[in-house]
Nanobody, 111 residues
């Protein structure tokens, strides 16, 4: 199994931006799908974005046009660029790959 470590969360004002990183413990070159999920207060964990080995992406409707997922195979890292953040984006964000999950990073959007 691959170990995943998220970073980049924090407190940001509405309309602001954050970039989350997910560092893998081994090469991600052969991992097909990698993704970001989130779980807000009182909510179930939900898909935010997925990226496949060939670079194809898929987004939740609520983040489409604001978030961008990318992967750097050379650095074994997946990123989530989040722009135009809203209060409803407040959640713990989790990275997933190869049936493994990271520990999560808190994103809080508040004025």
């Amino acid at each position: 199994q691959v170990q995943l470590v998220e970073s980049g969360g924090g407190l940001v004002q509405p309309g602001g931006s954050l970039r989350l990183s997910c560092a893998a413990s081994r090469s991600i070159f052969r991992i097909n799908a990698m993704g970001w999920y989130r779980q807000g207060p009182g909510n179930q964990r939900e898909l935010v974005a997925l990226i496949t080995r060939d670079g194809s992406t898929n987004y939740a409707g609520s983040v489409k046009g604001r978030f961008t997922i990318s992967r750097d195979n050379a650095k074994n890292t997946v990123y989530l660029q989040m722009n135009s953040l809203k209060s409803e984006d407040t959640a713990v964000y989790y990275c997933t790959a190869d049936l493994s999950w990271g520990q999560g990073t808190q994103v809080t959007v508040s004025s």
